[in-house]
């Protein structure tokens, strides 16, 4: 079984319509509709990386809690706190 890492995306450009038959007009609009595509895909791209760090820290955090779980309500204990620790 290989292994192999993505293969690359293949894009279907109309080379013979856009060198021979496109107006100058159509490739403006081929173009600015491209331009589109490309902002509205960084979009829903930086937002999913905003996602993916949102669940990092949240397991982060998660973790941290876990190893000082002991010494948190201790503190909390220490400064009067006690329904907070043992409602967290």
């Known amino acids: 079984m290989s292994t ?8 279907d450009i109309p080379l013979r319509y856009l060198f021979a038959d496109a107006s100058d007009r159509t490739l ?4 600015l509709k491209h331009l589109s595509l490309y902002s509205n895909f960084k979009k829903e791209a930086r937002l999913a990386i905003e996602k993916a760090i949102d669940e990092a820290v949240a397991a982060a955090f998660a973790v941290y809690i876990r190893e000082h779980r002991r ?6 204990k220490a400064e009067g706190r006690e329904k907070e620790a043992i409602d967290v």
Do not use: K, V
């Not at 403006?28 to 173009?31: S, T």
């Open 28 to 31: 403006g609009e081929y173009q």
């Open 71 to 76: 010494e948190l309500i201790e503190l909390c």
């Open 4 to 11: 192999r890492g993505p293969q690359p995306m293949r894009i």
